[in-house]
Nanobody
Framework: QVQLVESGGGLVQPGGSLRLSCRASGSIVSIYSMGWYRQAPGNQRELVASITRDSSTNYADSVKGRFTISRDNAKNTVYLQMNSLKPEDTAVYYC??????WGFGRDNYWGQGTQVTVSS
C-alpha cells in the first residue's frame, strides 16, 4: 500500500515559522491530491491546505496568506510552509494523500501526525 512519513513539527514562538514535510512510499501507481489537516484537543480534524497533482491549491481561511502548500511529484512529497504562526495554530498536523497502489484501488492514506506547538 502507501506509507506516509511526516517530519518538521515542534515548538515555536508566536510569529515564528515551521516547515512540515510528508513523503509517501510503497507500491505507488499514482498520487492524486495531497494535503494537510490538523486537530487541536477537543476539536474536530480540519483541512488546512490541499494541492492537486497539477498544483492547484486550496486553503482554510484561517491560514490564507500565512501558510503555503507545495509538492514535489518526483519525490512523492508534500510540504507545508507555515509562517507568522499563532497560538491557535497549535495542533497535531496530519498528512493526507489520495493515491492508487498496486493491487489496490484509489484510496486515502494518513500520516501518523506531527505536533506543532506555538507558545512563548
Amino acid at each position: 500500500q502507501v506509507q506516509l512519513v511526516e517530519s518538521g513539527g515542534g515548538l515555536v514562538q508566536p510569529g515564528g515559522s515551521l516547515r512540515l514535510s510528508c513523503r509517501a512510499s510503497g507500491s505507488i501507481v499514482s498520487i492524486y491530491s495531497m494535503g494537510w489537516y490538523r486537530q487541536a484537543p477537543g476539536n474536530q480534524r480540519e483541512l488546512v491546505a490541499s494541492i492537486t497533482r497539477d498544483s492547484s491549491t486550496n486553503y482554510a481561511d484561517s491560514v490564507k496568506g500565512r501558510f503555503t502548500i507545495s509538492r514535489d511529484n518526483a519525490k512523492n512529497t508534500v510540504y507545508l510552509q507555515m509562517n507568522s504562526l499563532k497560538p491557535e495554530d497549535t495542533a497535531v498536523y496530519y498528512c493526507n494523500v489520495e493515491a492508487m497502489a498496486w493491487g489496490f484501488g484509489r484510496d486515502n492514506y494518513w500520516g501518523q501526525g506531527t505536533q506543532v506547538t506555538v507558545s512563548s
